[in-house]
Structures are given as C-alpha cells and as structure tokens.
C-alpha cells in the first residue's frame, strides 16, 4: 500500500474518533488557545464552535479552578509534558460536575511544543478514573508509590540492559509533623502542592517525581553517568525546598532530607535499591535538617549498631551506668549560680561516654525513657535538697521528654518525686521544648496548670527552634524561656540571629518571663545578651556540665 493511502486512512480514522467520540476532546496551541474541539466537547460545556475558538478553555480556569491552580496545571504540563487530574466543571445552569482532565503536548521535531491536546471525561463513572486514582495521588497529581514500583522496575531492567547507571531519591520533609500538627492539615496539604512543584523544576523532563508516602516524595533519575550526578540534583533540591515558603499567609520554614541509593552500585534490584534508599534517608534524617546521604552498606552496621545499644540501654539503669551531671545557670551581673540544669550522662562499659543526643531519641523509641526520666528526677531532686540543706536555694532544672510530657501520671510522678526527696517545690523547674508545648496546646494547657499548682516552675527548652503560637504562649503558665543554642553561636557577627535573640529577650519581658541563654561560649556572645537584658546564662564560658562533687566546688569557690 501507498504511504499516502496509509496516510490518508489515518487521517479518516482519526477525524471519525474525533467527531464520534463520547469523550470531549480539544486541542490548544502552546499558548493554551483553543485551536479546535470535538462535538462531545461543545456539547458538554454547552457552548458553540465560535466561541470556544482562539480563547483558553474555560475548564482550565474557571469553574473552581482558581488562577494559582491554573498556573500550577501549566507548570506541570510543561515540565512533565503530561497533566492528570480531577477539575470541577461549573455549568451554565449552575450545576458543577466533577471531571476527570488529562492533557498530554505534542512536539515537533525541533522538540518544540505544537499542540496540546486535552480530554475530559465525568469523574464520577468512569474506570479510567478510577485506575488514575490508583496510581496517581490526588493531592500533588503525582503518581504514587504503587506507580514508583512499577517503574522503577522497569528502569532498572532499562539500565541493566543498557549498562547505565540509575539513581534512586527519597525525599523527606523535614519536621512536616510538626508543621502539620501546629497549622493543621489544610496547611500541610498545601505545602506537600508546593514541594511538589518545586521538586518537578529541579529534574529534568525525563526524570520521574513520585508522591510516595505521606511527606514523602521519590525521583527516579534515568541515564546516570556518575554517582555525583545524582549528588548534584540533590543539591539543587536541598536549595530548591530550604527556606521560608509563604502558604496562606504563614512563614513556614521548610527544608528536606534526602537518601540516595544507585543500581547496580547499590543493589541489583528493586527491593535493595528501595531498601537502602529508605536506610539513607534516615540516616540523613539522623544527621540533621537539611542534608543528602549516599547510601553505604556501613549505615546497615549502624542500623544493627543502634539494636545493640538498645539492647544495653535496656539494662543501663540496672547496672549503674547512668549518672547525673549539672550545668550551673550564672546571673552574669553578680557573678553568682542562680541555679543548675540536670543532664544525664550514660557511661558505657564498651563504648565509653554516650551523648544523650544519642541515646534519650532510642529510649523515647522503646519507652524507656519513662523509667529513665524518673530516675533522673528524682536523683535531680535529692541532690537539689542537699544542697537546698546548705542554704543554697539553688533552682534545678529537669528535662522532661516528649513521651514522659505525656504520660498520664507524671503529675503524681512529680508530686512523689517532691514529697519523697522533700525539696522545696519552687526550687524545682521542669523542662518542656517548644515543639512539644505546642504539638497539643490545650492539653499542654492542661497538664501545665496541674504541674503549676504543685508549685513548681516551668521553663520552655529551645525556644525559637519551633514554631510558637503567641497566644498559647501568653496562655501557658510559664516562667522562663531558654534561648536556644543555635540562635547564639554566630552572634553578634550573624545580624539576623542577633535580631532573633533580641526579639526573645524583648518578648520575655514583655510577658513577665525569665529568660536565659544555654551555650554561651565567648565573651561576646555574653556582652550581646546583657546588653539586650538577659542576664542568666548556662554554658561553657562558665561550666560544663560537671558530676555533683565538682558542683560542690564550684559552690565552694563561689562562697570563698
Ligand atoms: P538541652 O536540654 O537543650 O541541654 C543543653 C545542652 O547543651 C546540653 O547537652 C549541654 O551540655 C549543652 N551545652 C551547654 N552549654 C554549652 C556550650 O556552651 N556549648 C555547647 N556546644 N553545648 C553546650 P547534653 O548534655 O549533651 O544534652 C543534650 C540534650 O539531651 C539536652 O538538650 C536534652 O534535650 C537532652 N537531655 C539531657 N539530659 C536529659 C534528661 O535527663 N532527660 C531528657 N528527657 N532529656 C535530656
Ligand atoms: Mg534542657
Ligand atoms: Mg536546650
């Protein structure tokens, strides 16, 4: 057969669909113009030929579909070539229909984009609808974890046989809890539709970007040449996502995590390749906020590392191995120790001194941090006596973790601790961190006020690290406010740390609040403060933390 009957048998067969079909079907130039639609089109948005023509297709942009989605819906398409998802579709007689809209772009040759074509069908009964809602997530209109291993899948099998590299990314945001927790979930939701966005314009068309949990997104980058490659998007997102991102009117501030695994250097299918993936993402999460890791096969080791001290941690309590240190908190205008913050210390018979940092997140996984938390208690408050018997009437400061805060019967726990230690109550400061007084602020409420009538004094711990809520703050029956570490490290030199650290200290007083500073190092940092009236400080330009022995002395020289 002649290539010009092929052709013009293609020609028939596409304009019978077109005008037959049941489904609306348009297309627009690059632009989004209306070059031509079908019957079922007009029809369904009850409109006639003449005045669809040259002008952008209503169901783009009206009907529910406000300018910032129209945007959105351009970007993607764009970007990815491709747009999937639900629009509502406001008829002339009011009624608004849920469709289902898919558009893909034609290229010409040059790659250039000529013409989008676009389908609509009701969302309501239709089977395709269902398969996308599948595959695909309806928040962000990425396709999701069950779409991810379908592909990745076959991207591997394409690089085995092509003898080419690919890069896995999973991607977490990080405290996304925490932000979802303290602006709600319409907020949150928001968020993940920005992230989403950002995360299309940092890869390139090729490259794949999933919804593959709830703060979770996947890449999968094709054609790799080298590992560094993958290191470099990954940069480029860690800039992409950190920052301060504006969702309706709150300044959230954002930033992500990332693990990296390649095959085959990674693993020789799907299941390692996800695996070690995840592995490296918590270990980045480990690391802090705002970094990638490549995946190691050490991390494993760490992995079975982090089980055998769980294991030892386990009987720490029991064999002597914790101990109390105390860090004095100084009035840097007569030079005197107002008080001391208790820090617990673990002596491990291996591995020698274990950071709390390390091991306080293992015994809140596991739940012993309740046993662990009350004996550092009640150690902290009979020491406190002893030294309160020596007519110091140092304040003592205990940290409270997150489970222990919410643990139901911490106000009797503290209650017992008191009576049985027979410390003065008012000498006794418990420890909150921010993010925990306002992950349920009414209940914080509550369980701050029972604390309160007992008598003892509360501090918030990391203040600035969080995101506080003002008027819960006011509400919270509070006395001091502990400057976070970070916010001093840099100051005076850092302008805008040292913007926040004066808007604290002003903010304290204005509440009637205590307010002291934790990790002063240097002289300057201690000269900023005073000047800007905080006048407590904890940190090493006075002391270490130290055991109560070296506490005893440095209560001696003071009086001496
Ligand atoms: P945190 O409550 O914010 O305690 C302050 C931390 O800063 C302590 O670390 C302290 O040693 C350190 N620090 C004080 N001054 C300086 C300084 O000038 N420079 C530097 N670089 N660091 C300074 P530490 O003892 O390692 O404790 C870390 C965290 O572990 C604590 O942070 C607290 O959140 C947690 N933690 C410690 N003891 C306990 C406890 O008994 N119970 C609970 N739940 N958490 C605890
Ligand atoms: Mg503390
Ligand atoms: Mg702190």
């Known amino acids: 057969m002649a290539e010009n009957d092929i052709h013009s048998a293609k020609c028939a067969f596409y304009d019978i669909f077109f005008t037959n079909a049941s489904e609306a079907i348009f297309i627009t130039d690059p632009k989004g113009r209306m070059l031509t639609a079908n019957p079922g089109y007009l029809h369904k948005f009850d409109i006639c030929e003449s005045q669809a023509i040259g002008k952008i297709p209503a169901i783009l942009k009206s009907g529910g579909q ?12 764009k970007r990815r070539g491709s747009y999937r998802g639900e629009i509502l579709n406001k008829r002339g007689d009011g009624e608004v229909l849920r469709e289902w809209l898919s558009i893909s772009s034609h290229k010409n040759g040059k790659g250039e984009i000529t013409h ?19 595959y695909y997530d309806s928040l962000t209109m990425l396709p999701n974890r069950l779409l991810l291993q379908d592909r990745l899948e076959f991207m591997i099998n394409h690089a085995r046989r092509n003898n080419e590299l690919m890069a896995l990314l999973l991607l977490d945001i990080d405290r996304f809890k925490l932000i979802n927790d303290t602006f709600g979930y319409e907020i949150g939701d928001a968020l993940l539709q920005l992230m989403a966005d950002r995360l299309i314009t940092c890869v390139r068309d090729v490259d794949v970007v999933f919804r593959s949990g709830d703060d979770e997104f996947a890449i999968i980058l094709e054609e790799v040449a080298h590992q560094e490659d993958a290191s470099k998007v990954a940069k480029r997102i860690l ?29 020789d299918g799907k299941v390692p390749i996800l695996q ?24 494993n080791a760490r992995a079975l590392e982090r089980l055998t001290l769980e294991n030892d941690l386990r009987n720490a309590l029991g ?45 809140e996984d596991t739940g012993l941090i309740l046993s662990i938390g009350e004996w550092v208690l009640r150690s902290a408050c009979a020491q406190a ?16 973790s997150a489970n222990q805060f919410q643990q139901e019967d911490l106000v009797p726990l503290v209650e017992s601790a008191l009576r049985d230690s027979g410390m003065l109550p008012s000498l006794l400061e418990l420890e909150i961190t921010e993010s925990m007084s306002m992950k ?27 995101y506080s809520s003002l008027s819960y703050l006011k509400r919270f029956p509070i006395d001091t406010l502990k400057i976070d570490r970070s916010f001093l490290m840099d100051i005076p030199e850092n302008s805008r740390d040292a913007e926040i650290v004066k808007a604290i200290i002003a903010m304290s007083h204005s509440l009637n609040l205590s307010v002291i500073a934790e990790g002063v190092e240097k002289e300057t940092q201690a000269q ?14 006075f002391s270490p933390p130290v055991p109560a022995q070296e506490f005893d002395r440095l209560l001696h020289a003071q009086r001496g």
């Open 385 to 400: 006596r002893k030294w309160q018997k020596t007519g110091e009437p140092l304040i003592i400061s205990v940290n409270l």
């Open 116 to 134: 989008y074509v676009g389908t609509v069908i009701d969302a309501a009964n239709q089977m395709s609808q269902s398969l996308n809602k599948h």
């Open 239 to 267: 800039n992409a996502c950190a920052g301060v991102i504006k969702v309706s009117g709150h300044d959230i501030h954002t930033s992500v995590c990332i693990g990296i695994s390649i095959f085959p250097i990674d693993g």
């Open 528 to 541: 900023y403060l005073l000047e800007h009236g905080c006048e407590k400080m904890q940190g090493y330009l």
């Open 319 to 363: 064999r002597g191995e914790l101990s109390t240190f105390f860090q004095p908190q100084v009035e840097i205008k007569t030079g005197k120790i107002t008080g001391m913050e208790a820090l617990i210390r673990w002596r491990h018979p291996e591995h020698g001194m274990i950071p709390p940092n390390q091991f306080i997140p293992i015994a």
């Open 276 to 299: 070690n993936a995840e592995t490296a993402m918590h270990r980045a999460r480990e690391v802090g906020l705002n970094n990638y890791q490549h995946y190691k096969p050490s991390m």
């Open 66 to 77: 406000d300018e910032d989605s129209f945007h959105a819906l351009f970007r993607t398409l």
């Open 440 to 466: 349920n602020p009414e209940d914080t409420l509550k369980t701050l006020t029972s604390l309160k009538d007992l008598g003892v004094r509360i501090a918030i711990d990391d203040f600035g690290t969080g």
